[in-house]
T-cell receptor, first 110, second 115 residues
């Protein structure tokens, strides 16, 4: 079983839609959760960082962590064509290892 | 320069060549990382350095040799690579290795093709 599971998509939505991206994980020791956005031919860019369970909001982006279900989500409101990218979830425990999902490819159609 | 920079951005090499990838971070961070990103696979952590000391080496073949001369610079020396080593190599840095200081910032990557 993979440490982190993420639906690779591709996901295609119209401009203005609410986008929901998700990851599940198997290791209950994970405490730190991150979402990265990666444009084609670029490195990943940190979008959101969350510690333990709960919600965090930053502009049009909301990150949710449900540790009891081992499930994390990223919501994008009022999606824009510039949001078209691959979204990577990542998580870690107290050690030096980081675990990434395979990424979900998102296209927002004008 | 700001953030994390990597050179070269693209590299083509034969299996008998020796080349080096360079990473520089301008964020005042103390930890640096090398990752391999292949199509449809999760990022693979290769090496972790904290305060210029290697703290993780994830069973990476010896044909990859990292070097961290100071907290701002990280190199990946490549020697007798295989075609399956073709990938995007990403460098990242973080403030440290504890708690929220582990949040990583990535460079743009070096796209490597081994012929």
């Amino acid at each position: 079983q993979k440490e982190v599971e993420q639906d690779p998509g591709p996901l295609s939505v119209p401009e203005g839609a609410i986008v929901s991206l998700n990851c599940t994980y198997s290791n209950s020791a994970f405490q730190y959760f991150m979402w990265y956005r990666q444009y084609s031919r670029k490195g990943p860019e940190l979008l959101m960082y969350t510690y333990s369970s709960g919600n965090k909001e930053d502009g049009r982006f909301t990150a949710q962590v449900d540790k009891s279900s081992k499930y994390i989500s990223l919501f994008i409101r009022d999606s824009q064509p510039s949001d078209s990218a691959t979204y990577l979830c990542a998580m870690t425990d107290t050690g030096n290892q980081f675990y990434f999902g395979t990424g979900t490819s998102l296209t927002v159609i004008p | 320069e700001t953030g994390v920079t990597q050179t070269p951005r693209h590299l083509v090499m034969g299996m008998t060549n020796k080349k080096s990838l360079k990473c520089e971070q301008h964020l005042g961070h103390n930890a640096m990382y090398w990752y391999k990103q292949s199509a449809k696979k999760p990022l693979e952590l290769m090496f972790v350095y904290s305060l210029e000391e290697r703290v993780e080496n994830n069973s990476v073949p010896s044909r990859f040799s990292p070097e961290c001369p100071n907290s701002s610079h990280l190199f990946l020396h490549l020697h007798t690579l295989q075609p399956e080593d073709s990938a995007l190599y990403l460098c990242a840095s973080s403030q440290g290795l504890a708690g929220g200081r582990k949040t990583q910032y990535f460079g743009p990557g070096t796209r490597l093709l081994v012929l």
